[in-house]
């Protein structure tokens, strides 16, 4: 199975500042079919999990500009431009691209 | 707006079965891919099993044999038969609606039903 690594598992970050999330595949995430399958989800407390990212870059419907995603192969980021309360939460990159698909361990965003 | 609503979870002794459901509404349910993952308490998510809009199945090695995906289109409903169960399945299950390109970019998902496999 493909391996997701995320970096950091714990990032405490001031309001208003920005944060940044990284995820490692152990393998390409380029599908045959020429698209890299790369989410990125949050998943509020108590929450189901929420897209926010798709296919590396992608932003789904709703989420706000200040969330972007990119990288390509086996590296990816997630960015915050500038946190807000409601951005804690647990964020999960997953590839799509190799059956099953696969959730890094999560990385916990808290206010600092 | 999309709504999935799981249900079927529960208490049930090592070695028995159950039979989750997930109930769709707010999109055309038969053109889409679904699945469901699981969340073991206080751990990470793990994908289980996806059907496609056309019913091809998919699972991963730890439940191949165990479990069983289907779909009622007509109930746009989502099933999962979960049998043989095991201490390491207890987690809580969702189901996921997958996107353009199917599961492999879900967009929306449950807010799942707790299995506890445990005497």
């Known amino acids: 199975d493909v391996v997701m690594t995320q970096s950091p598992l714990s990032l405490p970050v001031t309001l208003g500042q920005p944060a940044s999330i990284s995820c490692r595949s152990s393998?390409?995430?380029?599908?045959?079919?020429?698209?890299?399958?790369l989410s990125w989800f949050q998943q509020r407390p108590g929450q189901s999990p929420r897209r926010l990212i798709y296919?590396?870059?992608n932003r789904g419907s709703g989420v706000p500009d200040r969330f972007s995603g990119s990288g390509s192969g086996t590296d990816f980021t997630l960015e915050i431009s500038r946190l807000e309360a409601e951005d804690v939460g647990v964020y999960y990159c997953?590839?799509?691209?190799?059956?099953?698909?696969?959730f890094g361990q999560g990385t916990k965003l808290e206010i600092k | 707006e999309v709504q999935l609503v799981e249900s079927g979870g529960g208490l049930v002794q090592p070695g028995g079965s159950l039979r989750l459901s997930c109930a769709a509404s707010?999109?055309?349910?038969?053109?889409?891919?679904l699945g469901w993952a699981r969340q073991a308490p206080g751990k990470g998510l793990e994908w289980v099993s996806a059907?496609?809009?056309?019913?091809?199945?998919y699972y991963a090695d730890s439940v191949k044999g165990r479990f069983t995906i289907s779909r009622d289109n007509s109930r746009s409903t989502l099933y999962l038969q979960m049998n043989s169960l095991r201490a390491e399945d207890t987690a809580i299950y969702l189901c996921?609606?997958?996107?353009?390109?199917?599961?492999?970019?879900?967009?929306?998902w449950g807010q799942g039903t707790l299995v506890t496999a445990s005497s």
């Open positions: 296919r590396v870059s």
């Open positions: 059907i496609s809009s056309g019913g091809d199945t």
């Open positions: 997953m590839q799509g691209t190799h059956w099953p698909y696969t």
């Open positions: 707010g999109f055309t349910f038969s053109s889409y891919s």
């Open positions: 996921a609606k997958g996107g353009a390109a199917g599961v492999r970019e879900a967009d929306y």
């Open positions: 393998q390409s995430l380029v599908h045959s079919d020429g698209n890299t399958y």
